[in-house]
C-alpha cells in the first residue's frame, strides 16, 4: 500500500518561487532514489530531478540552477525547491521512485507560473 502524496503547488508569477514536499509511506525510502517528475498538459511525462538514498543529485538541463532537491529520511519526505519560475515549469509535479514504477503515482500537485 504505497502512498506518495505531492503537496506545495500553487500559482505563482514568473519569476517566484514555490517548494514542493513528498510525503512517502509504505515503501523503504530510506533505501531508495527518488525523482521529482512534472507532466506539462498534454505532453509526456519527464523526470526533472533525482537523489540517491546518500543525497547525491542530478538535474534536468532546464532547471540546473533553478531548483533543488531534498531529503529527510527521518520524515520519509522529498522536496523540490524551485526558483526563477519561467511559465515554461507549468505541469503537474509528481514524485517517484526513480527508475519511476508505475502503480506509485500519485495525484501530483499543480504548478503555475503566470502573470
Known amino acids: 500500500q504505497v502512498q506518495l502524496v505531492e503537496s506545495g503547488g500553487g500559482l505563482v508569477q514568473p519569476g517566484g518561487s514555490l517548494r514542493l514536499s513528498c510525503v512517502a509511506s509504505?515503501?523503504?525510502?530510506?533505501?531508495?532514489?527518488m525523482g521529482w517528475y512534472r507532466q506539462p498538459s498534454g505532453k509526456q511525462r519527464d523526470l526533472v530531478a533525482s537523489?540517491?538514498?546518500?543525497?547525491?543529485?542530478t538535474y534536468g538541463d532546464s532547471v540546473k540552477g533553478r531548483f533543488t532537491i531534498s531529503r529527510d529520511n527521518t520524515k520519509n519526505t522529498a522536496y523540490l525547491q524551485m526558483s526563477s519560475l519561467r511559465p515554461e515549469d507549468t505541469a503537474v509535479y509528481y514524485c517517484?521512485?526513480?527508475?519511476?514504477?508505475?502503480?506509485?503515482w500519485g495525484l501530483g500537485t499543480q504548478v503555475t507560473v503566470s502573470s
Open positions: 517517484n521512485v526513480n527508475p519511476s514504477f508505475d502503480p506509485y
Open positions: 509504505g515503501i523503504a525510502f530510506r533505501l531508495r532514489t
Open positions: 537523489i540517491t538514498r546518500d543525497g547525491i543529485t
